[in-house]
């Protein structure tokens, strides 16, 4: 399982969304979509807003969140997919 944040520079509310995946121990790769190889790939998971949480399981999309989401519902996340 691997957890992807879409995020960009201007996005005021990926930091609070950081914040949340950090607290409830989600390690996620970040992908700036300012940058044009993660642009694309942003484009492949159709990511329309930002921040968004896309969890893949071998390279393809599971689910995915737009917005920040509050920690309670992270900790769902982690556990619906902690034996995956």
């Given at each position: 399982?691997k957890?992807l944040?879409?995020?960009?520079p201007?996005?005021?509310?990926?930091?609070?969304?950081?914040?949340?995946?950090n607290k409830?121990?989600?390690?996620?790769?970040?992908?700036?979509?300012?940058?044009?190889?993660?642009?694309?790939?942003a484009?492949?998971?159709?990511?329309?807003?930002?921040?968004?949480?896309?969890i893949?399981?071998?390279?393809?999309?599971?689910?995915s969140f737009?917005g920040?989401?509050?920690?309670y519902?992270?900790?769902?996340?982690?556990?619906k997919?902690?034996?995956?």
């Amino acid at each position: 399982m691997k957890y992807l944040l879409f995020t960009g520079p201007n996005c005021t509310a990926c930091k609070p969304m950081k914040v949340n995946l950090n607290k409830v121990g989600i390690k996620y790769t970040e992908m700036n979509v300012d940058e044009r190889h993660n642009a694309r790939i942003a484009g492949m998971y159709q990511v329309k807003s930002l921040p968004t949480l896309v969890i893949t399981r071998g390279g393809h999309p599971q689910e995915s969140f737009v917005g920040v989401r509050p920690m309670y519902e992270l900790e769902k996340i982690k556990l619906k997919y902690a034996n995956l």
